[in-house]
Structure formats: C-alpha cells, structure tokens
C-alpha cells in the first residue's frame, strides 16, 4: 500500500459564474467582454461621492434559476453588504457582496464520474456580488495595467460543502456546474474569458480522523483540467509535508499550468479583517414566493432530465445520453428531430455521426447547422424503409440534402439513383449470375466454410451497382447456397 493510500483529501470548491446580463451588477454600465480597456464604466462603477447603485433584476432572477435547478431554499429578505479590501482593480474600495444573507442556501450537483458512478456534492451558499476589474500584468515591461471593464459585473459565487475528495471528482463537478449554466442561459461556462471561474480549499488527513487538516487555498486555474492537476499536485505536496513531520501553512497559493505545481501568494494567517457591514445605499430586495413559481414555470428542461428522457422513454445507452446532453444545443436539435421519428437510436447515431462530422469538418457548430432536424428524419425514414442504404445515405445523400436543403430526401435518392433494388426476382438473377462464377468457392462453402458468405453477397452487390437492398440480399444468397 502506497503511503498516500493512508490519507484523504477533504475538497471545497468556491465558484464564480458571471451572468449573462447585458448591464452591470449595481449599475446600468455595459456588461460586455471584450471592449476597448475602461470604456464600460461609470462614475457609478467607479464608486464616486453622491452615486447611488440600484440592484439589477435580471441578476436576481438568474440566481433564483440556479436556486431552483441545484434544489436551493430561496431566502425571501436579501440584503447587501460591504466588503472592503484595497486592491488597484476595485475602484470602490469595496465589493458589494451578501455576506449573512445569500440569496441560495443549500441543495446539491450530481456529477458523473467516469466509472460511471455518481457523486452527489452538496452545497453551502449561493450568493450574489460584483466582479472586480482586471490587472494585466504580461503587457507592459515595466508597469501593471488596469482595465477596469469587467468591474461591477454581476456574479454568482456557488460554494460546495467540504465533500470532494478528488481532482476527478473536482473535474466532474465543475463540468456539471458550467453545463447547467448553460442550459439556464445564465452564463457561457467560458473559463479562458474568465466567466467561469474555480477556487478549491483542500486539506489532508488520515483516513478516519475526525479533524480537518489544515486548509490551503489554490487560485489562478484557467481550465478544469488544470483544477484537477492543481488539487493533484496539492494533495502529494500536503501528504509529503506531513510524512515528514513538516506543518501545512495555511496559505492562498497559485497554480503553474508550465509544470503542473502550484507557488504561494499570501499568508492566511494574517488574513485581511474585511469590515463586513450592511451596504447603506441598497434596500433589501424581496423574492416572493409566487415570483420563485413563475420562473418555475418558464425553467428549461435541464440535463439530468434529459438524461432520464433518453435513456428511459428513447431506450439510449447512457453514453449516447451523455454525448447528446453535453451540449445544450446538440441536444435541442436531438429534441427536433424525435419529433419527425420514432427511430431515437438512428436519430442519435446521425447527431452523433455524420452530422458532427459534417461540422467538426468544417469548423462549425450546430447552431450554423443549415439542415433542418426533420429533412433528416426523411433519411431515416428511407433507411428504415429499405429504399436506400445506410452507407449510400451518409456518404451521397446527407451532403447532397445539405447543399440542396429544399429538396426532399426522397427526390434527391432518386435524383442521384441510389433507391436500392428490393424486387426478389431480379435480385435473383444476380446471385445466379454472380455465384456461377465461384464453383470451388461454393464447395468449401457447403463444406462449412461459412465466412465466405461475405464475398458472395460482396460479388452481387458489384452487379447491382451497390443498389441491392442488403436485407434481401443476404437472405437469397444464403437460400441459393443452402440448396
């Protein structure tokens, strides 16, 4: 047993999903990504004396929608804070924060891991605050730049209970976390443009023990993959400290995507005393409960129902499930199409198949899908009618209907002569014809060489010109030979 294997990893995870407004937090500033630096602000933004901040409704509503689809209590009275800090990017002074009253108490994520079990992570809190600016510190040689845009946007921070107790399972949670946000249409999940973004709080200790280690913080982690490497990385470090009878320094540290470790920034034992107060200009803002069942009403269909739907009622196997929900548009096309077909199994096969190999091609993705969902149940329905084949279908038809997207599949089938050949006694014709040639061949047939069936059926598909129904096909050649 490795001496790692004596401990466990305790994991919580502080998200900060910002919010697909189109106005700021406290302000009615441009939330935009990419302007030019400090041209989305605001004497309002930028805190100065006799401005006033009004909260924005949409944000609420966003987070009441994250409320109700991780299974959250819903706090009636919300009330702001202050939280003061100094730092060059928060031009107030100050973030405007819920510090004793989050808007989310509660509820859970389940993520699926890749053994195929699931995880069920609890959740602490849900609040709302404001984004700080931004410090660039790669562009100038010699100065850091400040682009204060992003200051004021609204967020969401979503804090788990101590429960993770892996990088992997770290991984899979926050692929569930920004899939979800997703579907709500509350934020693009986009952690490179820092919309999405992960702190984790992770501590050691020796399995069975009933006390926490001491909990490091790891920031700067612009990807999942790099969460998972960084809580990776932290739990040998942590795990080495102690076999070595070295204390773990409760500390904020960053993570080094170059080499996979991670460096301190600060010292938390000496942590900044934030003066938590309540925010002066700001009324408490009142979630009713007939406000919370109204957007009940208007909420998606999210993932894990969807997964129930597929694999339930459509009888997919759970990876299809998985593949089809991932994307929240892959899976409204899906939806399309199985209204056109019962065949869920083929109508999955196709997204899955030619239609994202059509788009990867081409560098697109199914939002810049031309085809419409039920011009592919049409395809579907002549496969399944025997008229054209499956390979015919994907290769000739599919690109075909594409580029000619008023035509009917039917049309186009005939069009480029690929109906196949279902009439018994013509077929007949060909399997005479094709086995005369192979007298020997028949022999070792009869004799029980049985996998020459395939070459058989091979020859006669040559002679229809690929046009032959293989169903049909395979059953006169066996008949023939078993003669």
């Known amino acids: 047993m490795s001496v790692y294997d004596k401990y466990e990893t305790v994991i919580g995870l502080e998200c900060h999903i910002q919010l697909l407004t189109k106005t700021k937090m406290y302000s009615s500033d441009i939330a935009e990504?990419?302007?030019?630096p400090n041209t989305h602000v605001s004497v309002v933004t930028l805190g100065h004396p006799g401005t006033l901040p009004v909260v924005n409704k949409r944000a609420i509503e966003f987070a009441v929608k994250l409320g109700i689809a991780v299974h959250s209590n819903i706090r009636e009275e919300n009330q702001f804070a202050r939280k003061n800090y100094f730092y060059a990017d928060l031009p107030k002074g100050y973030q405007i924060t819920q510090d004793k009253t989050p808007i989310c108490n509660g509820g859970y994520i389940t993520a699926k891991l890749k053994d195929g079990t699931e995880k069920k992570v609890n959740l602490t809190r849900i609040h709302m605050e404001e984004d700080a600016g931004k410090s660039l510190h790669d562009i100038d040689p010699f100065e850091t730049l400040i682009d204060l845009n992003r200051a004021g946007t609204p967020l969401l921070e979503i804090v788990t209970e101590p429960d993770i107790r892996s990088g992997e399972e770290a991984y899979a949670y926050l692929t569930e976390v920004r899939k979800l946000v997703r579907y709500l249409d509350i934020c693009d999940g986009n952690m490179e443009e820092s919309s999405l973004r992960?702190?984790?709080?992770?501590?050691?200790?020796?399995?069975?023990?009933?006390?926490?280690?001491?909990?490091?913080?790891?920031k700067n982690m612009n990807s999942f993959r790099n969460v998972q490497r960084a809580i990776d990385f932290e739990?040998?470090?942590?795990?080495?400290?102690?076999?070595?009878?070295?204390?773990?320094?409760?500390?904020?540290?960053?993570?080094?995507?170059?080499?996979?470790?991670?460096?301190?920034l600060r010292s938390k034992e000496n942590a900044n005393d934030y003066r938590y107060f309540p925010e002066p200009d700001l009324q408490p803002v009142f979630v009713t409960q007939e406000y919370i069942n109204s957007i009940k009403t208007n909420m998606p269909v999210l993932p894990d129902e969807l997964f129930k739907l597929y694999t339930g009622q459509y009888k997919l196997s759970d990876y299809d499930a998985t593949q089809l929900i991932e994307l929240k548009e892959v899976a409204a096309y899906y939806n399309q199409l199985v209204k056109h077909t019962t065949n869920h199994k083929s109508a999955a096969n196709w997204v899955?198949?030619?239609?994202?190999?059509?788009?990867?091609?081409?560098?697109?993705?199914?939002?810049?899908?031309?085809?419409?969902?039920?011009?592919?149940?049409?395809?579907?329905?002549?496969i399944d009618s025997g008229a054209v084949s499956n390979s015919a279908a994907a290769q000739r038809l599919f690109p075909e209907l594409v580029n000619h997207p008023t035509k009917t599949a039917q049309q186009l089938a005939q069009e480029l002569d690929l109906i196949q050949n279902s009439n018994s006694n013509e077929l007949q014709e060909l399997v005479t014809q094709a086995?005369?040639?192979?007298?020997?061949k028949i022999t070792e047939y009869k004799n029980g060489k049985t996998g020459l069936l395939g070459m058989f059926?091979?020859?006669?598909?040559?002679?229809?010109?690929?046009?032959?129904?293989?169903?049909?096909?395979?059953?006169?050649?066996?008949?023939t030979l078993e003669k």
């Open 33 to 36: 990504y990419g302007g030019l």
């Open 198 to 218: 992960c702190d984790a709080n992770i501590s050691v200790m020796l399995k069975g023990a009933k006390e926490f280690g001491k909990k490091v913080e790891v």
């Open 235 to 264: 739990i040998k470090r942590q795990i080495d400290l102690v076999e070595a009878g070295e204390p773990i320094a409760g500390e904020t540290r960053s993570f080094d995507a170059e080499d996979g470790s991670t460096f301190s």
């Open 352 to 382: 899955m198949g030619p239609i994202k190999s059509f788009l990867n091609e081409r560098a697109l993705t199914i939002s810049e899908f031309t085809l419409a969902p039920d011009k592919i149940a049409e395809i579907i329905a002549l």
């Open 435 to 440: 086995l005369s040639k192979f007298p020997e």
């Open 457 to 479: 059926v091979g020859e006669v598909m040559k002679l229809s010109k690929g046009k032959a129904d293989p169903k049909i096909l395979n059953q006169l050649v066996k008949e």
